[in-house]
RNA sequence: GGGGGCAUAGCUCAGCUGGUUAGAGUGCAUGCUUGACAUGCAUGAGGUCACUGGUUCGAUUCCAGUUGUCCCCACCA
């Protein structure tokens, strides 16, 4: 139970101690008065309450000019509204208020109960509480006698009195709620965190940096699942991190997605405003997207902090915010310094619909259906023919060569000769050059420089003109002739018609080819020969390359580094100009007068080779990757040396799913290592570890896209299930790499834990008589509290040591099996019997176990975890920055733990026999047990038997005379139950014949295992001894088995 | 044309560096109004760990091949 105790001194009964005394005892009768918060208005309050006695244990707001009545930690409120302001951040479902009517219109919106004293003057009635006696959401509980105030001490002795207890009237819960229902909690939850300033870390040099950046997700739109699934991951790590006492940071940010989010702008204003953006202008275009850009990443903002993530806010990112646009800059021009930029004229993927460039990252191909179209291309002064193949007939208007194998003997005599290109009368050379495969087609090629990359390397070899075809908008040039104008794939089938029909066409042949797309479009690319600016990328890969194989950087899980090896080892130069407008403009100016081309940070207004002031910059922007290649340096301040450069970077690991490795991780690697070139590679690499996840798909295991319109909106399940149980749906059975299903079952599983969870702890809590979170000495411990303890104790390592190797899936499975199994399924029921007697031990073994199971679950399921961790007994402002469990000898007590496990395997046994024979559990017997361990099955466990076991009474006895039991074998205890009635001989007969048989089956197994010499010689020694183990048990089932069947 | 993933219960998937009576969730069957939870409890059925070889004392796990399936990369006109 959480309170806000809003305190007044001047209710006036400071001095009656009948009064005072009422008070606390009421107070008292309240299971646990310990506060989050309370508000403490006036200067007699502490005299009121003693020794903090009665008093909230932790005092946060305290409105008082003094100091000295401060209480240690807290907080001063500089006026009542901010009290109350602030109290609201506190997780409370239940406030009270004591005080007088200056206290209580401001709190009792957050109350459910208030003590109240009502003051009546002699000449007044009832002035302050109207409103509160005429509401009908509250009612009054009790009312004291009326008192008198003394004329002696107090300050109006013509003041009468009565003190009211009121309570709301429906919202008044004697208990949790019986389901978990997170809406509430969360929003609450969250701003407590943030208030708290949790999620912003201080650069302390005493503590250890952790650090993460976020893959910026694009202002385009939404987060889908995939980012939900992204950011749990790097959430479940960062608040393992942080409770581990590192100095944790997660910086947040967004990327402004260049093409991207240009498009959706564009579209916006086709479809609300039917205009272009030149329409508008570069200006105002641009403001457009910004306001665009506001507006979605406030929106992402708040979708990530709907989901958890506990990311520093006061740190938040942007590619194109003015540091991180200076760090582009800087890096521009150090790669045109070094030589690593140049300004090129090249094929370049261009998408007519987008008007831009586009690297080959950005470019999909796809298998479309298409043609091989044979050509007859005249040799000039004869009669004869070449003939050519090619798949694109309409770019024919541009080939300035055809050419053959230098060794084709085909072809030979042919180089150098002259042709006629058909429906044009240009002529064009044959030439020989090594690329052309002399198997494939008619071993002729067609060369249209402009428009392919092999024709553009084999123009420049042989000096050829360059002839556009196409232009950039898709449509036909004046080299088309009769075809200007037309669209490219008009000009296709109308040249096929032409050649057709002017006998130009051999043959048509079906041929399936790939095709590249614009990744943002879903338009055919056309590659075109233009000017665009290039990285050389082959010196940036070398260290790359380098970093990765030497293992600085690694790639979880390891196959992965595969794949950015073979993309960085086979890398072409990267097209880094865009002609779009939303973006970093390239810092290059161009002199209109002498040429030349100056790049620099700052803006060039005069050529520094001929003086002219005639300087033009750049139209093009940089490729969006440009800017987010620098972001692990660049969010931390870099080109700044700025403390948060120093002390987080380098980045402790980056989450992030496989599609993404060749766009943007293997830039970030190149980036950074020569940006950081001259320090030791660990501290120059932007990571040393890269965690792939997969992609979420639908329940049938397609991707989750619009057109398909199967994507699930992550908020959708958010606000029906909760964020915890997202983030546990999407954690769990994930395994590395591996792309996951989400399905309503998988949600509703997770439901049905939170759920599991709440009650449990609301059982806790409702059995809760002592106020502590330590655990009881040694000697008041029973064996089920031990074998509880050992349990919860291995669990710490495992978890840790998962999350610490990323296998953050499996953690989490035993995280549930112990919670739901171990703890909730047999310590809880174990415990019962003790509960209804009182007894302390088992509370305090329970909150204990409780309290810190949920604090290893945290980092999965914050927001419940912090709900319940609040309302147990603990120490300490949040479960968020508690200290993470620790392994410890004094929680392992093997011996113990292992009694235990013998007493539940022998109730287990018993339950399935009877179960088995359909007794019903209402149908009790006397359990009578014959064992060796009589230390194990002592009395104090035969409550066990009788709640878990439908035991009547429980006998531990040497031998059993009758006939008349069913007869249960475990390995160290053999149990009767008198069922005389229940029994069928036959039938009993044969369970346990069939029961023998596996057994002997195991024995005979495990003996010739341990006769084997290879084993018993070459096996581990404990491997060996387990099996020996093993077999012991089997045997000891056995000789029970075979008593069994001997009394039948 | 290269490279990689996956193949385990009806379904969805775990199973880390070889030794388990091969697990979970869900579904199925049976029985439970047990003072936290039917979003629950108990019990059970259900698997030649795709196939064939190899390494090993021992293979679901490691290696090779086969089949099926999915993905990534690639400028053969």
Known sequence: MRLIVAVDNEWGIGNKGDLLARVRADLRNFRRVTADCAVILGSNTLATFPGGKVLPKRVNIVLHPDPAYHPEGATVAHSLEEAVEISRRFPSDKVFVIGGASVYRQMLPYCDVAYITKFKKSFEKDVYFEDLDASDEWELESESEEFVSDPETDTEPDLKYTFCIYKRKKTMKKELPKTYSPDEIEGRLYDFWNEKGYFTPEIDAKKKPFSIVIPPPNVTGKLHMGHALNNTLQDIIIRTKRMQGYSTLWVPGTDHAGIATQIKVEENLRVEQGLTRHDVGREKFLEMVWDWKNKYSDNIKKQLRRIGSSCDWS??????????????????????????????????????????????????????????????????????????????????????????????????????????????????????????????????????????????????????????????????????????????????????????????????????????????????????????????????????????????????????????????????????????WWGHRIPAYYCDDCGEITVSETDVTVCPKCGSKKMRQDEDVLDTWFSSALWPFSTLGWPEKTPELDYYYPTNVLVTAYDIITFWVSKMIFMALDTMDGKPIDKAVPFPDVFIHGLVRDAQGRKMSKSLGNGIDPLDIVDKYGADALRFALATGNSPGNDMRFSDEKIEAARNFNNKIWNAARFVLMNLTVDDYHLPEKEQLTTADKWILTEYNSLIGE??????????????????????????????????????????TAQRVLV????????????????????????????????????????????????????????????????ARRAEMNVPNSKKATVYIVTDYKDTFEPSIFPFFERLASASEVDVIDSYGKDDAVQVVTDSATAYIPLAEMIDLEKEKARLTDERKKTVGEIERLEKKLSNEGFVAKAPAAVVEAERVKLEKYKDTLSGIDAALARL
């Open 315 to 580: 740190r938040e990112a942007f590619t194109m915010s003015p540091t991180l646009s200076a760090a582009v800059k800087k890096t521009f021009v150090r790669l045109w310094d070094k030589g690593l930029i140049y300004r090129g004229f090249r094929i370049a993927n261009w998408c007519p619909h987008c008007n831009t460039a586009l690297s080959d990252a950005e470019v999909e191909h796809k298998e479309i259906p298409g043609n091989f179209w044979h050509i007859r291309y005249p040799i000039k002064g004869t009669d004869e023919y070449l003939t050519i193949a090619t798949t694109r007939p309409e770019t024919m208007f541009g080939d300035t060569a055809v050419a053959v194998h230098p060794e084709d003997e085909r072809y030979k005599d042919l180089v150098g000769k002259t042709l006629i290109l058909p429906l044009t009368d240009r002529e064009i050379p044959v030439i020989a050059d090594e690329y052309v495969d002399r198997e494939f087609g008619t071993g002729c090629v067609k060369i249209t420089p402009c428009h392919d990359p092999n024709d553009f390397e084999v123009g420049a070899r042989h000096g050829l003109e360059h002839i556009f075809a196409i232009g950039e908008d898709g449509k036909m040039t004046s080299a088309a002739g009769r075809f200007e104008g037309m669209d490219r794939f008009e000009a296709r089938k109308a040249t096929v018609k032409a050649l057709e029909e002017e006998g130009y066409l051999v043959k048509v042949e079906p041929h399936g080819h790939n095709v590249a797309h614009c990744y943002r479009c879903g338009n055919v690319i056309e590659p075109l020969a233009s000017r665009q600016w290039f990285v050389k990328m082959k010196p940036l890969a070398e260290p790359a390359i380098a970093a990765v194989k030497e293992g600085h950087i690694q790639f979880i899980p390891e196959r992965f580094s595969k794949n950015y090896l073979n993309w960085m080892e086979n890398i072409h130069d990267w097209c880094i100009s865009r002609q779009l």
């Open 848 to 911: 204990f176990v409780l309290s810190n199971t949920l604090k290893l679950l945290h980092p999965y399921m914050p927001f419940i975890t912090e709900e319940i961790w609040q309302s147990l007994p603990h120490k300490g402002d949040s479960i968020m920055v508690s200290e993470w469990p620790k392994t410890s000898k004094e929680l392992d007590f093997a011996d113990d733990a292992l009694k235990m496990e013998r007493v539940i395997a022998v109730i287990r046994a018993i339950r």
């Open 799 to 840: 978890v840790t040591a998962n999350i610490e190797n990323y296998e953050l899936g499996v953690a989490l499975s035993k995280l549930y099996d112990f919670i739901w199994d171990v703890f909730c399924d047999w310590y809880i029921e174990l415990v019962k019997p003790r509960l209804q007697s009182g007894d302390e």
